[in-house]
């Protein structure tokens, strides 16, 4: 069994940056994959952030996030991030951390699945 802990979200104003972290216990993490989503105030569904193939290193992004948000890996730490420059007020959402196969941005194919953090932006 995989846990995955998320932290970092907070509260900021448009234009700045905050770091999320996902930190993978219970057993070693082998992959293929890890991702993030996101699920606004309101919404049902929970949109895909970007993901990453946990060995190669590859990454995909959703297109309301690319060029700002960086999806990262620490295999040695069993930890990824996600680098959330410029920051939006649209962004605000609570971000799950997600681990399944690698690069996939549908929410049934993830096998595990953090509680999620708390990210606030306002104007």
């Known amino acids: 069994q995989v846990e995955l802990v998320e932290s970092g979200g907070g509260s900021v104003l448009s234009g700045a940056s905050l770091r999320l972290s996902c930190r993978a216990s219970?057993?070693?993490?082998?992959?293929?994959?890890m991702a993030w989503f996101r699920q606004a105030p309101g919404e049902e569904e929970r949109e895909f952030v970007a993901?990453?193939?946990?060995?190669?290193?590859?990454?995909w992004y959703g297109d309301s996030v690319k060029e700002r948000f960086t999806i990262s890996r620490d295999y040695a730490k069993n930890t990824m991030y996600l680098q959330m420059n410029s920051l939006k007020p649209e962004d605000t959402a609570a971000y799950y951390c997600a681990a399944g196969p690698a690069g996939s941005r549908q929410v049934r194919r993830y096998d595990y699945w953090g509680k999620g953090t708390q990210v606030a932006v306002s104007s």
């Open positions: 993901a990453i193939a946990w060995y190669a290193g590859l990454a």
């Open positions: 219970g057993r070693t993490f082998s992959g293929p994959g």
